[in-house]
């Protein structure tokens, strides 16, 4: 496959490997697709053993013409369904997790089921999906399978976009996609920023030892307290978004600023969401890039499609 940054205009990416999870991505994929005017690219990577096959035809100087049956079931359900963009079909050799990022690369996203053949539908992530959460050269969007969402939609009656937004790590990126992402939906743009409440003194400074325990000194308004870190926490929020807004001012913005765990607050607004932003930020000391916790627990947890960003996405739009 060729590398799609240079072909033409950047396309959405879907991989599909058959099974009712990767359906599920499609119909999701073709949708954004169409919103954006992006072409659609359907990518298949062909079972080891077709792989095997086709090699062992060509080493006896046949150019091998072994059918890919997914490709063409894949073919039928999207000319039955219709489609208002140029949809192309790639069969792929190697590894899931090495072909689709080589496929994706300059691709507006690249999109994916929660789990292949093989998955339990109790678990919402399976191997694959997770690898590429860390290693997709764009923006991975996951979409869950059937038992956690009732319905896929990719416009304003889908939900509003909600944006994970650390202040400091949570990159430019996944900030900007989320701008897009709800301008081309024409929905609301929730950015949710939770911090951690430092803990009581008194917590502290108690003794391990109910006898040598002493009363501890007085406590500050812990009230008084809090309110102030809050105002601190909306104020880099504002600061962090301020830009963004200036740049899509037709999108409407709700900031959240709480007191507790990202990630719950997250799962939980996922359930009437039509999409969830993270950013891709850790690095190994290697220099690979890593999840975080609180991306790690919504991919595994969401009941909307979510979409990881890494920094420096190349064609992160959506």
Known sequence: MSDTSTAYEPPVVVGVDGS???????EWA?????????PLVVAHVRSEALQLGAARIASLGTAPELPDTVARAV????EERGHRVPVRYESLDGSVTDALPAAARGARLLVTGSRGHGGFASLLLGSTSRTLAMTAPCPLVVVPHEARAAALTDGAEAGRVL????????????????????HHRGVPLEAVTAFRLPLPQGAVLAAPSPALQVPPPPVPDEVAETEELV??????????????????????VVPVVVPGDAAGRLVDGSRDAGLVVVGRHHR??????????????????????VAVVPPEASGGRA
């Open 20 to 26: 009712e999870h990767s359906l599920r991505a499609l």
């Open 163 to 182: 944006l994970g937004l650390h202040a400091e790590e949570t990159p430019d990126e996944a900030v900007g996609f989320a701008f897009e992402a709800a």
């Open 231 to 252: 105002r601190e926490v909306e104020r880099e929020q504002e600061e962090r978004l301020r830009p963004f807004a200036a740049r899509w001012p037709g999108v409407e």
């Open 30 to 38: 073709l949708s954004a697709a169409e919103g954006m005017g992006a």
């Open 75 to 78: 073919r039928t359900v999207v």
């Open 284 to 305: 190994h000391r290697f220099g690979s890039l890593l999840l975080g916790s609180v991306a790690h627990a919504v991919l595994h947890h969401a009941h909307c499609p």
